[in-house]
């Protein structure tokens, strides 16, 4: 049974930067996709980032230039940088793992940016 667990969330002020964590349990993790989804208060969740077992990644266009995803196959952790932080980006952030035709999500972590 695959388990995900967030990590690195927190408060930090605008123009910050936090680094989230994901480590999945399991023996597929290097073969997987990965990403990160957001749901802000009142919202929908919504895609963020990704990266493919061969490396490809992918970005919600207003992340572009700010947050960074990566993988470590041997930790079976993925990471997310997000640099340059807005208000906007608040939000708990979940981990996703896409593998064999099955998705399993993370239980979350909260990010707030405010002053």
């Known amino acids: 049974q695959v388990r995900l667990v967030e990590s690195g969330g927190g408060l930090v002020q605008p123009g910050g930067s936090l680094r989230l964590s994901c480590a999945a349990s399991?023996?597929?993790?290097?073969?997987?996709?990965m990403g990160w989804y957001r749901q802000a208060p009142g919202k929908q969740r919504e895609f963020v980032s990704v990266i493919t077992g061969s490396g490809s990644t992918g970005y919600l266009p207003s992340v572009k230039g700010r947050f960074t995803i990566s993988r470590d196959n041997a930790k079976n952790t993925v990471y997310l940088q997000m640099n340059s932080l807005k208000p906007e980006d608040t939000a708990v952030y979940y981990c996703?793992?896409?593998?064999?035709?099955?998705?399993?999500w993370g239980q979350g972590t909260q990010v707030t940016v405010s002053p």
């Open positions: 399991g023996s597929t993790f290097s073969i997987a996709a």
């Open positions: 996703k793992m896409m593998v064999a035709s099955n998705d399993y």
